[in-house]
Nanobody, 122 residues
Framework: QVPLVESGGGRVHAGESLRLSCAAS????????MGWFRRAPGKERERVAS???IGGTTVKDRFTVSRDNAKNTWYLQMSDLKPEDTGIYYC????????????????????WGPGTEVTVSS
């Protein structure tokens, strides 16, 4: 069973919005800090948002992260999208700190989804 699965990527125009989802197994969801990462073309992977087990968030401008405990799902709401937001978006989970978020380094996260592609045209 794949521990994390993203969905919701696609092609949009600049200024539009998009919501990504990340479905997790219950065991991972309940004990993890969750992060959204982006790998833009030609750039290093970077964290764009994270949410702790109790709902504390860290987000880039224009992004909102949330969670639905009933569905074991995290969301990334992206607004006013720009061409530079283009990339592969990954959700990741760090389950080693009882749901606390320890930082934005990708190495802190043990579980990763396969990614979903977002393309923003001007």
């Amino acid at each position: 069973q794949v521990p994390l699965v993203e969905s919701g990527g696609g092609r949009v125009h600049a200024g539009e919005s998009l919501r990504l989802s990340c479905a997790a197994s219950g065991d991972i969801y309940s004990r993890s800090c969750m992060g959204w990462f982006r790998r833009a073309p030609g750039k290093e992977r970077e964290r764009v948002a994270s949410i702790s087990g109790i709902g504390g968030t860290t987000v880039k401008d224009r992004f909102t992260v949330s969670r639905d405990n009933a569905k074991n799902t995290w969301y990334l709401q992206m607004s006013d999208l720009k061409p530079e937001d283009t990339g592969i978006y990954y959700c990741a989970a760090d389950s080693r700190a009882a749901g606390q978020c320890r930082g934005g380094e990708a190495s802190l996260f043990q579980y990763w989804g396969p990614g979903t592609e977002v393309t923003v045209s001007s």
